[in-house]
């Protein structure tokens, strides 16, 4: 039998619609993140498709149909129905607790555009101030400096932390993609691109698809930066199922590297009008990687090269992947097809607040403040808080907010994976069991600490 995601499956096995309020004893389980389910007992032995058909809260919801294996019989099926219901405080405040955030907003009302919610900012925080923009480049390079002295001098069990120290410190020039560092634009351009270099992460090609990411945050197919997995890429290999399920698990923190080998360097990927400014930015970093990769390796050795160079390189990208995801992904933040799409909710409710660590943000230009960043990115980074101060007095019970901690981090690597219309996400090991081992394991054995 075809299945909704076209799949052929066995015998289905069609639950009987359950209405919120009126389950049986035999039905009542846990809603486990204030997610609705329910449950079949008695099912025969073998192997099943269960089709969901559930109402709760007067809404009726259809679901794909999800294999079932069951190694003796199928006791029951037990499976979430819904997507978190965000209409009840008491219900979001659990929510927030369960998914290690602070807040969870309310979902902004579909009227309100982002317009609306631009035209409340003051005006003083979209002005750039040539004097602070020069500070954060004084800060990125003596910090960048220091953290190679650092490197050089510490002795080996130190080194951690030297690393950590320059790799997050080499995550300037996002205000000059943006436009928000200079009135000169060929200045922007320069400093963008001397910034990006050491990096080999070529200036324009980042700021191009990093544009679109704005302009189309949480779009299915068309945000650049993150997509949930669709069901047919797990289904389509087992090589590639288990690739997937091992790059949006534990190494999820480095993904970014894939993104920047996948959408960087192919000149396909960019319009014709774009492709003379995609070939400068390509030469500048492979001049770098002739000239300086030479260098470090003449003056310290291969040694010397995976000191100075690779292990800050790895930091840096733990910090792309981490705030980018951080930003973008929990399991009550939905991504939405173009017809969809609401852009005042994408970049008020799909992005979320965090705080770190102090000197991260420091070193980082305040990127954590995000949700201005997204209500526009013209905002420079030295008025990102002021911005957002005022977001938080006109909308603040729309806004996300977290503390970077471990449940934050466990929620993300081990529920937000495979997209799911109603849900959102569905997380690997309830579509692909047997093979979730990477995804058992950070359930098992990250802390939950929030």
């Known amino acids: 039998m075809a299945t909704a995601s076209g799949v052929s499956a066995g015998p289905v096995l069609q639950l009987p619609s359950l209405h919120a309020g009126g389950r049986s004893a035999a039905s009542r389980v846990p809603a486990k993140g204030l997610l609705p389910w329910r449950t079949a ?10 089709k969901r058909d559930v109402v709760y809260n007067g809404r009726s919801y259809h679901h794909q149909f999800l294999p079932l294996k069951q190694r003796e ?68 390079v003596t910090s960048y400096a220091l953290g ?29 993609a943006h436009k928000s560092f200079s009135r ?7 400093v963008g691109t001397l910034a990006f270099m050491p990096l080999i992460y070529p200036y324009e090609p980042w700021r191009f698809k990093h544009d679109r990411h704005h302009a189309k945050t949480n779009m299915l197919q068309e945000d650049t930066a993150w997509q949930p997995v669709w069901q047919k890429e797990i289904e389509s290999s087992p090589l590639l199922r288990k ?41 500048c970093v492979f001049a770098f990687m002739a000239i300086g ?11 010397g090269w995976f000191k100075f160079w690779f292990m800050p390189w790895m930091v840096y990208h733990f910090w792309m992947s981490t705030f980018t995801m951080v930003h973008h992904t929990a399991p009550h933040i939905p991504f939405k097809s173009s017809e969809e799409w609401n852009a005042a909710q994408a970049q008020l409710n799909g992005t979320v607040h965090c705080n770190y660590p102090r000197w991260i943000e420091v070193l980082c230009h305040d990127i954590n403040v995000h949700v201005p960043h997204h209500i526009s990115p013209r905002i420079p980074s030295y008025n990102l808080r002021a911005a957002y101060e005022s977001i938080k007095q006109n909308w603040g019970k729309y806004v996300n907010e977290a503390n970077w901690n471990w449940r934050l981090m466990k929620t993300i690597l081990t529920r937000c994976h495979v997209y799911d ?19 058992k394991f950070l359930r098992k054995f990250m802390p939950d600490y929030a």
């Open 148 to 176: 190679l002295f650092f490197t050089a001098k510490a002795p080996w069990y130190l080194l951690p932390l030297a690393w950590a120290w320059t790799g997050t410190a080499v995550t300037g020039g996002h205000d000059c």
């Open 41 to 50: 007992a008695g099912a025969p032995a073998g192997h099943f498709s269960v």
């Open 421 to 439: 219309k109603e849900r959102y996400y569905v997380p690997f090991d309830e579509l692909a069991p047997e093979e979730s081992q990477p995804i």
């Open 293 to 303: 990769w030479p260098l470090i390796i003449l003056k310290s050795g291969l040694a």
């Open 184 to 190: 000169n634009k060929l200045v922007e351009d320069i």
């Open 73 to 140: 019989g199928l006791q029951a099926a037990v499976m979430p129905v819904t997507a978190p219901i965000l209409d009840d405080e008491g219900k979001r405040k659990q929510m927030a607790e369960d998914y290690g955030f602070t807040q969870i907003g309310e979902e902004l009302p579909d009227n309100i555009t982002l317009k609306d919610v631009m035209d409340t900012l003051p005006k003083q925080v979209f002005e750039i101030n040539d004097l602070k923009a020069w500070t954060s480049v004084l800060i990125s």
């Open 243 to 283: 690739a997937i399920i091992f790059g949006y698990g534990p190494i999820r923190p480095w993904m970014s590297i894939a993104h920047w080998l996948i959408w960087h360097f192919d000149l396909k990927k960019f319009r014709p009008n774009e492709v003379p400014r995609v070939k400068i930015s390509l030469a």
